[in-house]
C-alpha cells in the first residue's frame, strides 16, 4: 500500500467512529424513540438516520445506495420509516442526538478550540471530494453545515464516511461481486465472523448459494474460506476504495494532515474508550 493510500485509510479509522456512534448512542435511540420508532433493535433508527439526507426514499433507493442489506431487511423498514416521521423531522431530530450524545463523550471538547481547528481542515476536505455519482455523499454534503463545531465535525466525518463507501460500491461493482457476495468474500478473507455479517438479513440459503457462486469462481476454498485468488480480488477492492477516497485529502499538505491526525486522536479515544461500539463490525476496519 502507498504511502498516500495508507494515509487515507489511517484518516477512515479515525473518522468512522465519530461517525458510527450515532447508531449506538442512548441518546440517539431517546430520540429516535420519540419521533415514533422501535428501538428494541438498532435497524428501525439506522435506517431513518443513515437514509433521511435522501429525502422519503424508496426501499429500491435504499437497497441500491446502502448495498449490504438483503431487499428483505430493507423492505420491511422502508417506506415504513417515512410513515413513523418524515425525513425532514429525522433529520432535525438526528442533529439533537448527535448534539447530546457528543457533549455525553466529548464534554468540554465540543466547542475547544482544537475541535474547531478540526472542522475547519475537515471542511476543506469534503468540500474538494467530487460527489458526482456518489449519492449518499451528495446527499449529506448539500445539507446545511451547523455552526457548532461538534456538530460540524459529525458532518464532515459522515460526509467523508460516505464518500468513502459510495466509492465502495463501485470497487465491489468492478469485482463483480453482487451484495452478498460481497459479504461472503469479505467474511472469507477475515474481516468478521460470518455471524457478524448476518445481521445484514440474507438468509443461510442465500449465504450458501453466494458461495457455491464464488466456489465456481475459484474464489473459495470448500470450507469457506477465500483462495488465494480471492484474497486477491479482496485486496483489489480495498485498493480501488482507497484509491477513490483518496482525492479529497490531497487538499491537506502532509503537515496539515499531521495536525489533524493530532486534532482527532483524543476524540477517537474518547468514542472508543466509551465502550458503545462494537469490536467487532462489517467494515473490517483493523482487520484488511
Known amino acids: 500500500m502507498s504511502d498516500e493510500l495508507g494515509r487515507t485509510r489511517q484518516m477512515w479509522h479515525l473518522l468512522e467512529p465519530l461517525h458510527a456512534v450515532l447508531h449506538y448512542a442512548p441518546e440517539a435511540f431517546e430520540e429516535a424513540a420519540a419521533l415514533g420508532y422501535r428501538t428494541d433493535e438498532r435497524w428501525p433508527s439506522y435506517f431513518a438516520w443513515r437514509a433521511a439526507p435522501l429525502g422519503d426514499a424508496s426501499a429500491a433507493r435504499v437497497a441500491g445506495t446502502f448495498w449490504s442489506f438483503s431487499p428483505a431487511m430493507v423492505d420491511e423498514h422502508v417506506p415504513a420509516v417515512w410513515s413513523v416521521a418524515s425525513s425532514a423531522d429525522v433529520l432535525a431530530a438526528r442533529t439533537r442526538a448527535v448534539d447530546r450524545t457528543y457533549r455525553t463523550l466529548l464534554g468540554e471538547a465540543c466547542a475547544a478550540a482544537d475541535t474547531a481547528e478540526a472542522v475547519a481542515l475537515l471542511r476543506r476536505v469534503t468540500e474538494a471530494a467530487d460527489t458526482a455519482d456518489r449519492p449518499l455523499a451528495a446527499a449529506n454534503a448539500a445539507l446545511t453545515w451547523p455552526d457548532e463545531p461538534h456538530l460540524a465535525l459529525w458532518q464532515a466525518a459522515t460526509v467523508l464516511r460516505e464518500h468513502r463507501g459510495d466509492g465502495h460500491l463501485a470497487a465491489l461493482a468492478h469485482a463483480a461481486l453482487d451484495p452478498v457476495e460481497s459479504l461472503v468474500s469479505f467474511a472469507a478473507v477475515g474481516a468478521a465472523a460470518p455471524e457478524v455479517f ?84 462489517t467494515l473490517g476496519i483493523g482487520k484488511v
Open 198 to 281: 448476518a445481521s445484514r438479513g440474507w438468509s443461510g440459503a442465500q449465504w450458501d448459494e453466494a458461495r457455491q457462486r464464488l466456489f465456481k469462481r475459484g474464489l473459495l476454498r470448500d470450507d469457506g474460506m477465500a483462495t488465494d485468488a480471492g484474497r486477491a480480488l479482496r485486496a483489489e477492492v480495498e485498493r480501488r476504495t482507497d484509491e477513490a477516497a483518496a482525492a479529497p485529502w490531497r487538499e491537506l499538505g502532509e503537515e496539515e494532515r499531521e495536525r489533524l491526525v493530532e486534532l482527532l486522536g483524543p476524540l477517537w479515544v474518547a468514542v472508543i474508550g466509551s465502550g458503545m461500539l462494537p469490536s467487532e463490525t
